[in-house]
């Protein structure tokens, strides 16, 4: 059973799992750390973590289970550190929005019987702000939290069964685990979260340099502006290393989507464009 | 005073018109018509008409005011039938998604003196789907009514008289009246309400080509998928008017974007990246 947390990383994602932990009934211990003290400051004040460590090696060694809440490079690095510190009775997970490099390396440096255990994990919830004082409790509940496991490894019983109890801590705070292969899951991803959020910085940046500075635009700009451009708040520190490690998933479809929007330019005369209108409908329905 | 409203075309929006004219306290006698019976009669067991006529130009003929609700090509139809009919005792006014054309008509055919008065509007409310079954009395509140009249027609003095008074029951739905140019209004609308429509069409068919069929789809998209493709499941019926009556301004638009997404494309792993979020990030601070 699960009695030592610790969280790396307390921004929104870490933040909210410490509350959503807290939530879901977890009585242990949540120790946090974070690059920047303030943010820590914040997830202790709101109760997510109990205690702050001054060193995440050191957080981590003293703890059972270790959730990298960190951007995706920044989860890369601590997987190096950790690797060399932690022992077989410690499980690491993360839950980062890209998984082919950290699922490749949690196999390279973790999950091996006489190594620490790693689990990737991805949930997907999250706002189009980060930082730990828009964390929520409910952010997961409703969500799928996907796990990309490779079946081929062999971890320690004492990791594996950390894994298993995680799983479970997962599940209390109200979220469905579904299990993906990790290629799968960032061709998967590519078309339905990081394509929606290039579209809208797209939308957004496009209607900054057009009608940004209209007066008319606080008026006439409805619920449809409003939704397609909330993503636009997304900052590029979020998306960066996720554009950097699914790069070529990402271009194509963006290139697919700069051609579905010339063909209904080129279109907007023809029958054709009820053809695309009726694709369109049919995916809202099923 | 207003005592006697025409409502020509009782789907989503002239049937959300009635209801929000109720719930705003009109009194007066509000007579519906739709081109398929059967929406007449939602909207008159939904209480949003109090009776229906057989014949559009006979319920318009024994109105004041006179609402069409109906696509873009049904009103300017609809506008050289009543031209002939309707007397300087009579206000005609719409809800028609782009202006240029309905602002130009209402000049050739009514506001003269010896005609009957056209205030040509819009507001900026509305849903993905039609139909008077989901109309609303309280689609209206809190949104923008845009009118695009004149200030050079001259109109009656009792029609003059009944666009001020028809202002008041806008105001009274709930909605703020503002004016625009009507080449303006098609225009700016173009970027904040068109571009956005169309591009989640296109959104929504790709993905439906590229996604539609994996079955992992539905545990794997999120709130950011559902957001963005929420307007792809407006029916063609809804938009071809506005394609083929904006025709350049959306071109336009969507061009631009198509060029957004390419320089996005290009740029993942570069800084421009960053000066692109940051753009999006702009325009929705701003």
Redesign the interface.
């Known amino acids: 059973m699960i009695e030592r947390i610790a969280i790396l990383g307390t921004g929104l994602l870490g933040t909210s799992v410490g509350l959503a932990l807290r939530a879901g009934g977890y009585k242990g211990s949540i120790t946090g750390w974070n690059r920047t003290p303030e943010q820590g400051k914040i997830a202790l004040s709101m109760g997510a973590v109990g205690e702050l460590a001054p060193d995440p090696l050191e957080a981590a060694r003293t703890s059972q289970v270790v959730l990298l809440a960190v951007p995706i490079y920044a989860t890369l690095d601590l997987m190096e550190q950790l690797s060399g510190v932690l022992s077989p009775d410690h499980l690491v997970t993360d839950v980062g929005s890209t998984k082919a490099q950290i699922t490749a390396a949690a196999g390279r440096l973790f999950n091996a019987p006489e190594r620490a255990g790693f689990l990737p994990g991805h949930p997907?919830?999250?706002k189009e702000r980060g930082g730990a004082a828009i964390a929520d409790a409910t952010l997961f509940g409703g969500?799928?939290w996907?796990f990309t496991d490779d079946p081929a490894w062999i971890r320690s019983p004492r990791s594996e069964e950390l894994a298993k109890d995680w799983r479970e801590l997962v599940v209390s705070m109200g979220s469905?685990t579904?299990e993906?292969d990790s290629a799968?899951?960032d061709a998967?991803?590519a078309?339905?979260?990081h394509?929606?959020?290039?579209?809208?910085?797209?939308?957004?940046?496009?209607?900054?340099?057009?009608?940004?500075s209209?007066p008319?635009?606080k008026?006439?700009?409805?619920r449809?502006?409003r939704?397609?451009?909330?993503?636009?708040?997304?900052?590029?520190s979020m998306?960066?290393d996720i554009?950097?490690t699914n790069?070529e998933a990402?271009?194509k479809?963006?290139?697919?989507?700069?051609q579905?929007?010339?063909?209904?330019?080129e279109n907007?005369?023809t029958p054709e464009?009820?053809d695309?209108?009726?694709?369109?409908?049919?995916?809202?329905?099923?």
Chains 1, 2 share one sequence.
């Open positions: 997907m919830a999250g969500a799928v996907i469905r579904i993906l799968r899951h998967l991803v078309w339905v979260s394509l929606p959020q290039f579209t809208a910085t797209a939308l957004s940046a496009l209607l900054e340099e057009e009608v940004g209209a008319e635009l008026d006439v700009g409805g449809a502006l939704e397609m451009t909330r993503l636009g708040a997304s900052p590029w998306w960066r554009a950097l790069t990402v271009e479809a963006l290139f697919a989507l700069e579905r929007l010339a063909y209904i330019r907007l005369r464009l009820r695309e209108f009726e694709r369109a409908n049919r995916f809202r329905r099923d």
